[in-house]
Nanobody, 124 residues
C-alpha cells in the first residue's frame, strides 16, 4: 500500500502561482509513475499532468501546458506541481495519484493509489 497526502493548495489571484506537493509513504521502494488530476465543482475528475518514475518523461493536459510543471524527488518520496499564470478555470480540488509502472498514465482508471486532494481556488 502507498499513502499519498497533498498539500500547498489555497486561494490565489488570477495570474498568480502555487506549488502543490504530494508526500508518499508506505511501499515506496517500488517504481511508481505519478500524476496530478483535478476536479472542479459539478465536473468530472480530469487529467492534469503525469511523470514517469525516472522523471525523464512528462505529459500535460493541453489546458495547462506551458503554465504547469510536474516534477518529483524520489529520494524524498515527493511529487510536485508548480502552477504559474493561474486562471479562474484552474479552480478545483487537485489529487495526487500513483501507479506501479515505469510508464506514464493519463487515465484515471490506470492509477492504483490516490490522495484525498487539496483545494485550489483562483479568484478573478
Amino acid at each position: 500500500q502507498v499513502q499519498l497526502v497533498e498539500s500547498g493548495g489555497g486561494l490565489v489571484q488570477a495570474g498568480g502561482s502555487l506549488r502543490l506537493s504530494c508526500a508518499a509513504s508506505g511501499r515506496t521502494r517500488s517504481t511508481y509513475a505519478m500524476g496530478w488530476f483535478r476536479q472542479a465543482p459539478g465536473k468530472e475528475r480530469e487529467f492534469v499532468a503525469a511523470i514517469a518514475w525516472s522523471g525523464s518523461t512528462t505529459v500535460y493536459a493541453d489546458s495547462v501546458k506551458g503554465r504547469f510543471t510536474i516534477s518529483r524527488d524520489n529520494a524524498r518520496n515527493a511529487l510536485y506541481l508548480q502552477m504559474n499564470s493561474l486562471k479562474p478555470e484552474d479552480t478545483a480540488v487537485y489529487f495526487c495519484a500513483a501507479d506501479r509502472t515505469l510508464t506514464v498514465h493519463t487515465t484515471i482508471g490506470d492509477y492504483e493509489y490516490w490522495g484525498r486532494g487539496t483545494q485550489v481556488t483562483v479568484s478573478s
